[in-house]
């Protein structure tokens, strides 16, 4: 397994990625570009090449910088292979538990610049670059490793749809992980549609809330409406958790509240693949809504028939968006839409080399970490206005 030193700092790790530890060694063209561009990145925490050319005050004009590091960035092969050198570093610490997290963004981009190859195509109206983040997360721990952003666009050479450029990172980073590690769909971003083929292959092991959309599966050979089927579920076990709300939902302050989860399961069969999965009922009454709230919850994992197994996956479930969210912000300070690279091509390394910026923030220098989750099996502390009355003595023992 590789270690990495927490004392390495990024001209360290910039280094240890571009020597011979993971094959042969970049030649020193390569090796200066890639130093170059972390510390830029790191530096102006940008991917803009103007600011970055500036952050390296080289003693020569400006845009001579500028023309060498955009040249430099049309290399497709280091691409590949910084990719594949940062996902086997991160794919290390993966177990048949650790969540990969799966999540969409999309980046949009104010004046987008057309290429000569785009020119020359029958092209249909860009939408923007969508890019597939996977996010290597074990249950209960502040840390997390960022491990493949795979991007693309409708115009990508090859694109044949979002469901198929997910797929593809999906089975990069599990021949990485050697098939280790539970797949969780971010239901936010990802489609109901996208996310049922996904669950049809039996490959893949995962777990994935439905929270838009009415899927069909079989039931004791029957056709069903989930969201019918889950009302019907039995429910025996539960367990009371602790939710963050912003000011404005309970109070004018920021609130915690107290939510008694409870969950059964049942047995289910996809319509196309026919294939076997577990269908999670969770049902909840929140003291500020006047209804119950009843949500459907895929997954491939069995043995689900005790309290400890059923409601591990729920808090599990519960801690995703805490994972997302944190990435999603520290990923947003480097502003990833403000690039100026007229090329596909281009941006992906542009992306790559960001990619090892925030692996190195979250994995290396360990400066990023998923603090005070939203969802808790114990009360939150600080001040905050709560829907429950606190012990005698004040919040438990961490």
């Excluded at 290390?92 to 990969?100: H, P, Y």
């Excluded at 039996?202 to 889950?230: A, H, T, W």
Aim: proline share 5%.
């Amino acid at each position: 397994m590789l270690a990495l030193d927490k004392r390495l700092n990024l001209d360290d790790f910039a280094d240890l990625i571009c020597s011979d530890r993971f094959g042969p060694a970049f030649g020193r063209v390569r090796k200066k570009f890639v130093k170059c561009m972390l510390k830029g990145i790191q530096r102006k925490q940008s991917v803009n090449l103007t600011e970055i050319a500036k952050s390296l005050d080289e003693g020569i004009r400006l845009h001579a910088t500028q023309k060498r590091l955009s040249r430099n960035l049309l290399d497709p092969l280091l691409c590949e292979k910084l990719c594949d050198r940062l996902l086997r570093m991160g794919a290390k610490t993966v177990t048949a538990d650790t969540r990969l997290i799966v999540h969409l963004y999309t980046i949009e981009k104010a004046e987008r610049r057309t290429s000569k190859k785009d020119q020359n195509v029958n092209t249909r109206p860009e939408t923007g670059y969508r890019v597939c983040e996977i996010i290597a997360n074990d249950n209960g721990l502040e840390t997390y490793t960022p491990l493949l952003a795979r991007v693309w666009s409708d115009n990508s050479p090859g694109f044949k749809s979002d469901l198929d450029e997910i797929r593809k990172a999906i089975h990069q980073v599990l021949a990485a992980t050697q098939n280790q590690g539970m797949l969780c769909f971010d239901e936010m971003s990802i489609s109901v549609d996208i996310m049922l083929s996904l669950m049809e292959d039996s490959r893949l092991d995962f777990l994935s809330m439905i929270v838009r959309g009415d899927p069909e599966v079989f039931y004791r050979n029957e056709l069903c409406s989930v969201k019918q089927l889950v009302k019907d579920i039995e429910t025996p076990y539960g367990q009371t958790m602790f939710k963050l709300v912003p000011k404005g939902m309970i109070s004018d302050t920021p609130g915690d509240v107290d939510i008694f989860i409870h969950a059964g399961t049942s047995a289910v069969r996809l319509p196309k693949s026919n294939r076997h999965l577990n269908l999670i009922a969770l049902k909840s009454k929140q003291p500020y809504l006047d209804q119950e709230v009843e949500t459907p919850v895929f997954t491939s994992r069995n043995n689900l028939r005790s309290r400890k197994a059923l409601m591990g996956i729920v808090e599990s479930l519960l801690s995703i968006q805490d994972v997302i969210g944190t990435h999603g912000a520290l990923r947003q300070t480097f502003d990833p839409s403000n690039f100026r690279v007229l090329s596909y091509e281009r941006l992906k390394l542009l992306l790559t080399l960001m990619q090892g910026v925030l692996y190195f923030e979250t994995t290396v220098a360990s400066r990023v970490s998923v603090k005070q989750p939203k969802f808790a099996a114990e009360p939150h502390p600080g001040e905050l206005e709560r829907t429950y009355l606190l012990p005698v003595n004040g919040l438990p023992e961490p």
